[in-house]
């Protein structure tokens, strides 16, 4: 039961963050007869009622966990929400940094393994002038972006075989990202059910006013119009991978206009909505911002641990120069001045 608990431990922790928004919910639609909503255990024996409980709340809590994280990576790498930093987004600017802003300091430890092709071209071949990520034209990034995934899955997956006790800390900082990305989604769930109860309070505030109360339905009718656009981009423009490409932020904000639409016209009147929203948006901007760092930091992680490992490991340093040549990096040049924390340490080479 430990082992089991130890390993669903975040997935744990993330349906139980789930339960605010769930019990706003439930509260927003009143049963006028609370004992229907219990759950009946009187057919259980009653020395095993205990355990049977606990069960049924670890199995609801892993589900509830396990549904909500899924949802949130979607969520999170969604093209919904550029230019806000979304998965790849991050990632992609990582690499850049890392590889193509200051072309005088390269890694020189790209090992066959990690790559099962040769990738010409690594960073982009011209930047308009510019070292920025940002200055990248649209084609450009999308070139970028597909190498940059290849590249850190092949990194990631090769981590990954290494063995548990040589990538602890980067399943801590994986585990951290799954936890705060959790709890970022359902702040914004709660937040956006709080939002529309304080909607439903002040259409009854302004019900002499024809045009107000119309402005009260306004973001949850807005919201699920443009989901539904978006919904139809998505089947439209991605026909042959619907299947791969599930869209679930579209659907999590789908549900939520939704159930904004009937909150906004009939609200619960004994809620502190808009209590609910300042503490929903506090959590919500500390999760954000703690799993945007993380992200940062799991992929900074991958880097460096992999060229860390071929180092200790005695990689042959010759496979690196003609892979660096194949992805068109300018050879290592020497610096007076100390190396960036992270980089690895570069030996003397005969020119």
Known sequence: MLDALKFAFEIL???????????????????PDPLSSRFDLSFVPEGARNVVSVAIVLAVGYLLGSAVSRFSRDFFNDELWQPLPTEDVIRDSVYFDEFCAEQSLTYTYWSQPIHLAPLPNFCPANPKGTATFSGLSAEENERFHVRVQEVFRLEDSELLLQGVDKVDRLKQYFDQITVLRGAALNAIILFALALFGSLGRLKERWSKYPVLVF????????????????????WYHGARSVYSDPPLAEIVILLLSAVGMYVVLKP??????????TIAVIVMVVSFGGWWWTEVTYDLQVIHSLAEIKESGGADRDVAQPLNKQL???????????APAGAVPRSPQSH
Do not use: N
């Open 268 to 277: 619960e009147k004994k809620m502190p909505y808009f209590r609910i929203c």
């Open 328 to 338: 068109q990096l300018p050879p290592p040049i020497e610096h007076a001045s100390p």
């Open 13 to 31: 922790i993330v349906g139980a963050l789930a339960l605010p928004w769930l019990e706003v919910l439930y509260r927003m639609f009143p049963d």
């Open 215 to 234: 402005l009260t339905f306004l973001p949850s009718a807005l919201a699920g119009i443009y989901t539904l656009y978006s919904l139809w981009r998505h």
